[in-house]
């Protein structure tokens, strides 16, 4: 089964950018549709953005469009996503997670396997 280990976070001003990473292993990474979702303290873990396996689909909720892109390397086994503009409201863990079924997925319940997660603290 295929491990994924997020990096990436850490602590930026409003307004600054960061580019997560998600390397995978013990699996061939084109072979799985990914996602990145995030959860903050007290709060449910949402959905960020999804990429289809080939990469040539994806899909961010709306409230980071035009901001966040999720991109993917199968050659290199890793899933990025590039956050511009950040905004204090996006501080939360990030975490990276892969399902064998083809398609784009916002919720976390098709998902077979996820990261430990990265910390992302936007300050103001």
């Known amino acids: 089964q295929v491990q994924l280990v997020e990096s990436g976070g850490g602590l930026v001003q409003a307004g600054g950018s960061l580019r997560l990473s998600c390397a995978a292993s013990?699996?061939?990474?084109?072979?799985?549709?990914m996602g990145w979702f995030r959860q903050a303290p007290g709060k449910e873990r949402e959905f960020v953005a999804a990429?289809?396996?080939?990469?040539?689909?994806?899909m961010h909720v709306n409230s980071v469009k035009g901001r966040f892109t999720i991109s993917r390397d199968n050659a290199k086994n890793i899933l990025y996503l590039q956050m511009n503009s950040l905004k204090p409201e996006d501080t939360a863990a990030y975490y990276c997670a892969a399902t064998r079924k083809n398609g784009l997925f916002g919720s976390r319940t098709n998902y077979d396997y996820w990261g430990q997660g990265t910390q992302v603290t936007v300050s103001s």
């Open positions: 990429i289809s396996s080939s990469g040539s689909n994806t």
């Open positions: 013990g699996g061939t990474l084109s072979t799985y549709a």
